[in-house]
């Protein structure tokens, strides 16, 4: 009757009262294994009047085996996979059977030779993070408990175990600050990355001398760096990438860390300069200051640090760091990655720079630069980035650079750089990006980028290129950003049929014909300032991105003008200045110093012959000034 009236009551009730009875018997099965070993060690006394060592040293592990700190390690290890949703969340590695496996067999668990649990990896364990049962096990080197659906704080008992060397908790949801209860172990291996720890690193943190390895990526700490951190002299990796709360300097105690091989703290809110001890810990490879708030010069002590392949000291402006590139750093021949970007960094490449062979990615974009590109980079075999962009570098792109096979991305815009882009540079077969706008090359685009089939960015607008529009781009099927203006390129605009093609610029050039149909489902399109009439497609009739077109010697943003000075000028006298900027177009001369299709001269004088008026003059004046303004 009960069982009909309340089945889940009932049930429950049944498999509570089974896990009772299956606890009972192990304890009573552990109980009589005790008595056994127990009465061995009396009847081997009674006997002999003494014990074998050796055999006194096998009876009693056999007793810390059965019972540690009074309660059985699999009865530990069985309350925390319950109290964690182990059955439901710890997923299929873990089944319910998991309990009942012998214990050095579970998926998860390593033991020492005599049977004691040495390690604890568990599944993705859910709810709050249980007190009172973990710490129970005083023989754990090692817990992993990486599950996003843990939470709560970390238990002080956790550090009950005197023997902990190794805690990760990465991943976890669990919060609070840094229990002070961790310095009582010897922690030699500490993660807590992408949790939500919070707070302040505190005083005490530093006394915990075994530490190695400390890992913070993504918590939610704050605050200086203690100075007690700096007594931390086995420290060979620190992670605290992305916490974005760290604020303060680092010391020159930053030099009494000479085991360190890994330093990373990039987008924090540090300042200052960077110490120049730094140059003393000789055992660094990777060093990453980068987007941070420091400033001052580049140290030339880092030119010790031989075995560096990592240096990334990018900032962010205002005013980031400043002086010159160390010649000292030539010495660096293992970088394989080297970022300074977002400074006043000034002066030019130093010829010692000339051994990077290791090179993967050079990085020095968005900084004051100058001087000539080095030709010797071409000789960089392993180069995949060139980042240079945003200095003022002059001179020519070196030839020598398109022996640069595994090179994916060239960054050379916005730089003063002069004569035409290499051929050589078509060559590269496992290019992406290759952006050299906003420079003062000439020349035409050479019909050998369309074998480039590897490339998804190609820009070079903002120079002074002439001749046409390479039709061989369009076999260019992974192009997703095409940008050609402003330039001097003439010719029709090529109807390009790339599915990848989401970005189209070829303002301010002297491209004529019609605009392909094909470019309106564009979601970027810019064709203004051309020479694209009469015959539109329909869609441009709304779109913007059509207007501002030369038609027949007059542009439409030349009409806009001379509609805006109306209420200045008679309605003939605006005719006559249009038709006069109409006449300079039709003779076919253009400015030897701009882009636009004829001069000043040309219209004012070609009109004053006709007999305009000086109202007329100054309209066309005005007109003309807008038209070599854009």
């Not at 008992?157 to 991943?171: G, I, P, S």
């Not at 998804?456 to 781009?473: D, E, H, K, Y």
């Not at 040309?602 to 807008?626: C, E, K, L, N, Q």
């Amino acid at each position: 009757m009960v069982a009909a009236c309340c089945p889940d009551s009932w049930m429950w009730g049944m498999s509570s009262a089974s896990s009772f009875l299956q606890s009972r018997q192990r304890k009573n099965e552990r109980t009589k294994e005790r008595a056994i070993i127990i009465s061995i060690m009396h009847y081997s006394i009674n006997k002999h009047h003494h014990m074998n060592p050796f055999l006194l040293l096998i009876l009693v592990s056999s007793l810390l085996i059965t019972s540690i700190h009074g309660q059985p390690q699999e009865d530990v290890l069985n309350s925390f996979y319950d109290a964690t949703d182990g059955s439901n969340s710890w997923g299929r590695d873990y089944p319910p059977s998991w309990k009942t496996t012998p214990l050095c067999s579970r998926r998860g668990v390593v033991c020492s030779p005599d049977g004691h649990v040495t390690s604890l990896t568990t599944g993705d364990a859910k709810g709050e993070f249980p007190r009172g049962i973990l710490g129970l096990l005083s023989t754990p080197e090692s817990l992993t408990i990486t599950s996003p659906t843990l939470n709560g704080t970390i238990p002080d008992d956790l550090f009950d175990n005197a023997n902990l060397m190794y805690l990760d908790l990465h991943f976890s949801s669990i919060s609070g600050t840094l229990p002070v209860a961790m310095s009582r172990v010897p922690l030699q291996y500490l993660h807590l990355g992408w949790t939500k720890v919070s707070g302040t690193i505190p005083d005490w943190f530093g006394s915990i001398s075994t530490l190695q390895h400390v890992d913070f990526q993504y918590a939610k700490l704050s605050g200086p760096i203690p100075t007690s951190f700096w007594n931390l002299v086995n420290l060979q990796y620190v992670n605290l990438y992305a916490v974005g709360g760290f604020t303060g300097t680092l010391p020159s105690l930053m030099g009494n860390l000479q085991s360190l091989r890994s330093w990373e703290c990039s987008f924090n809110n540090f300042e200052g300069t960077i110490p120049a001890e730094l140059g003393t810990i000789t055992t660094l490879r990777l060093l990453d200051l980068s987007i941070n708030r420091f400033s001052g010069p580049l140290p030339s002590s880092l030119g010790n640090c031989i075995n560096l392949t990592n240096l990334n000291l990018g900032q962010r402006k205002n005013p980031g760091l400043e002086g010159t590139l160390p010649e000292s750093w030539g010495n660096l021949i293992n970088l394989q990655l080297l970022s300074l970007s977002g400074g006043s960094l000034s002066g030019s490449i130093p010829s010692s720079w000339s051994s990077f062979f290791e090179m993967t990615r050079f990085d020095l974009f968005d900084n004051d630069l100058e001087g000539t590109l080095p030709d010797v980079i071409g000789s960089f075999s392993k180069l995949t980035g060139i980042l240079l962009n945003g200095n003022r570098f002059s001179g020519t792109i070196p030839a020598s650079w398109g022996n640069l096979r595994n090179l994916q991305y060239l960054y050379l815009e916005s730089n003063l750089l002069e004569g035409t882009i290499p051929d050589s540079l078509t060559t590269y077969r496992n290019i992406d990006q290759v952006t050299v706008g906003q420079n003062r090359l000439t020349g035409t685009l050479s019909p050998l980028w369309g074998d480039v089939a590897s490339m998804s960015i190609f820009s070079v607008g903002g120079n002074q290129l002439t001749g046409t529009i390479p039709l061989t781009f369009g076999n260019i099927t992974k192009l997703g950003q095409f940008i050609l203006g402003p330039n001097q390129l003439t010719g029709p605009l090529p109807a390009f049929n790339q599915t990848s093609l989401y970005y189209l610029d070829v303002r301010n050039n002297f491209l004529n014909g019609t605009i392909p149909a094909i470019y309106g489902p564009l979601s970027f399109k810019y064709f203004q300032f051309n020479r694209f009439c009469p015959d539109f497609p329909s869609w441009c009739e709304t779109d913007a991105s059509c207007n501002d077109q030369d038609c027949g010697g007059t542009t439409t943003s030349a009409y806009a003008v001379a509609t805006s000075t109306s209420a200045l000028f008679s309605t003939s006298t605006l005719s006559a200045a249009t038709t006069a900027v109409a006449a300079a177009a039709a003779t076919g001369r253009t400015s030897s110093t701009t882009q636009n299709p004829f001069t000043f001269s040309d219209a004012v004088s070609i009109y004053r012959h006709r007999g305009a008026s000086s109202p007329t003059i100054i309209v066309v004046i005005i007109i003309m000034s807008f038209l070599l303004s854009v």
